[in-house]
């Protein structure tokens, strides 16, 4: 029945529009509000343009990227994914992105006592070394302010304004916060996770390296 916001400070890996050095990170911010339905509203973001993973995963696809992803070391634009993720991310929705990530350094490091901006290392760059890593936590009581079966009728008709709400597309579906991610959890659930052949390849060795007991092969067979 609470309203969970978690949020962390990262290494700066972040430019602000003309930069060519990063100075604040693509910090994470998560909230989960109850709905007392089926779907959660969760909404889970990094404060890029995209998150850094997704350039991992398109240079070990061999794509481009979009320009606006991402720049190269000097900070230019680039549809390099392996420049890009060498070089520094783009905030989300420039100047708003850049703020909102300034605003989580300061909850999560700054007024918690734990590290900020240059404090912070990359897991990345030196996946051995502690990141230093700030995180806050806040946790609201909505029942405070209403009861939970007004809280559940008033959510109710919220978000069922959102669904009823047109699209240029008639076939095209409004989809919530955390709606896509939670059906694809069900659909996982239920077939199992599609993995990329290089992937796949890369957790085989590491299972054999480490000799661990169940093999992928087996697990998708």
């Given at each position: 029945d609470m309203i969970g916001i978690a949020m962390s400070n990262v290494a700066p890996n972040m430019v602000m529009t003309g930069g060519s050095e990063p100075i604040t990170g693509n910090n994470p911010i998560a909230v989960a509000v109850p709905t007392f339905g089926e779907i959660p509203f969760v909404l889970d973001i990094s404060l890029s343009a995209v998150a850094g993973g997704k350039l991992l995963v398109a240079a070990k696809n061999g794509e481009e990227i979009p320009l606006g992803w991402a720049t190269d070391k000097d900070g230019r634009p680039t549809t390099d994914p392996k420049a890009g993720f060498d070089g520094h991310l783009v905030p989300l929705g420039g100047h708003k992105g850049y703020g909102l990530s300034l605003l989580v350094d300061i909850l999560s490091g700054v007024i918690t006592g734990g590290s900020f901006q240059h404090a912070l290392k990359s897991m990345y760059r030196y996946p051995d070394d502690p990141s230093n890593t700030a995180h806050q936590m806040i946790v609201l009581n909505p029942l405070a302010l209403l009861d939970r079966e007004q809280l559940r009728d008033r959510m109710e008709q919220f978000l069922a304004t959102i669904k009823a709400a047109p699209r240029w597309d008639a076939g095209a579906e409004m989809l919530l916060p955390g709606e896509l991610e939670f059906r694809c959890e069900q659909e996982r659930r239920?077939?199992?996770?599609?993995?990329?052949?290089?992937?796949?390849?890369?957790?085989?060795?590491?299972?054999?390296?480490?000799?661990?007991?169940?093999?992928?092969?087996?697990m998708a067979a």
């Amino acid at each position: 029945d609470m309203i969970g916001i978690a949020m962390s400070n990262v290494a700066p890996n972040m430019v602000m529009t003309g930069g060519s050095e990063p100075i604040t990170g693509n910090n994470p911010i998560a909230v989960a509000v109850p709905t007392f339905g089926e779907i959660p509203f969760v909404l889970d973001i990094s404060l890029s343009a995209v998150a850094g993973g997704k350039l991992l995963v398109a240079a070990k696809n061999g794509e481009e990227i979009p320009l606006g992803w991402a720049t190269d070391k000097d900070g230019r634009p680039t549809t390099d994914p392996k420049a890009g993720f060498d070089g520094h991310l783009v905030p989300l929705g420039g100047h708003k992105g850049y703020g909102l990530s300034l605003l989580v350094d300061i909850l999560s490091g700054v007024i918690t006592g734990g590290s900020f901006q240059h404090a912070l290392k990359s897991m990345y760059r030196y996946p051995d070394d502690p990141s230093n890593t700030a995180h806050q936590m806040i946790v609201l009581n909505p029942l405070a302010l209403l009861d939970r079966e007004q809280l559940r009728d008033r959510m109710e008709q919220f978000l069922a304004t959102i669904k009823a709400a047109p699209r240029w597309d008639a076939g095209a579906e409004m989809l919530l916060p955390g709606e896509l991610e939670f059906r694809c959890e069900q659909e996982r659930r239920e077939q199992g996770i599609a993995l990329p052949v290089k992937v796949f390849e890369e957790l085989r060795e590491l299972g054999a390296e480490l000799n661990v007991q169940m093999s992928l092969d087996a697990m998708a067979a």
